[in-house]
């Protein structure tokens, strides 16, 4: 019943800046700690950032200074601010929810990113 439905992916330039943006529907926004997930070109999924319903924040040291997780939790979404992207942030991202009280998480379907020269 919970789903993900993220925006905004693209096709940019190295330096360029995108946002993804990702809502929630189904349950309450606030159970759930919030995160982006991205698997380049033949990579493994690995972790963006995450971020709590206290605003509180966690990001993957190659993103950390370029990249900003927030959350609306009034309109139960969490976006991702990429700026100064470079060739290796080509991947699909994906949108996570993870249960605070159960063992139970949600992912969306993903959006492409790619930057090229």
């Known amino acids: 019943q919970v789903q993900l439905i993220e925006s905004g992916g693209g096709l940019v330039q190295p330096g360029e800046t995108l946002r993804l943006s990702c809502k929630l529907s189904?349950?309450?926004?606030?159970?759930?700690?919030m995160g982006w997930y991205r698997q380049p070109p033949g990579g493994q999924r690995e972790l963006v950032a995450t971020?709590?319903?206290?605003?509180?924040?966690n990001y993957a040291d190659s993103v950390k200074g370029r990249f900003t997780i927030s959350r609306d939790n009034a309109r139960s979404t969490v976006s991702l601010e990429m700026n100064s992207l470079k060739l290796e942030d080509t991947a699909v991202y994906y949108c996570?929810?993870?249960?605070?009280?159960?063992?139970?998480?949600?992912w969306g379907q993903g959006t492409q990113v790619t930057v090229v020269s």
């Open positions: 971020i709590q319903f206290t605003h509180a924040t």
């Open positions: 996570h929810a993870r249960n605070r009280y159960i063992n139970r998480e949600h």
């Open positions: 189904g349950n309450i926004f606030s159970t759930y700690i």
